[in-house]
């Protein structure tokens, strides 16, 4: 299932990049805090609203949550994520080996 959210394909890409590890434990301030510096969220967000992306990620099976805190979440990734370039549009996909092979572009959903 593709996402159709620019914020969790930001999330996919921030774990790619950081903790694309499923040995490694991390937690969504960890995320948050990157996502914040790079301007890829809204600066009216706060933790509390991006408890649904996460969600959604441990819901697909991308996440799981092994530990929470009051409001700081800590993940594992069930598997690593890859990044891979769609034919059609050109823009970066991240998921994992087991999801299906598609565009995570909600105006593209090609096959990659």
Do not use: H
């Amino acid at each position: 299932m593709p996402d159709n959210s620019p914020i969790t394909t930001s999330i996919r890409k921030v774990i790619f990049e950081n903790f694309n590890d499923d040995d490694l434990r991390f937690n969504n301030d960890q995320i948050f805090e990157i996502l914040k510096q790079n301007e890829m969220v809204d600066p009216s967000m706060t933790i509390d609203s991006m408890e649904v992306y996460f969600k959604e990620l441990c819901d697909a099976e991308i996440l799981r949550n092994i530990a929470q805190n009051f409001t700081t979440q800590w993940f594992k990734l069930f598997e690593p994520i890859e990044k891979i370039q769609c034919g059609s549009c050109k823009k970066e996909s991240y998921i994992t080996q087991s999801e299906n092979r598609t565009c995570q572009n909600s105006s593209c959903d090609s096959t990659i």
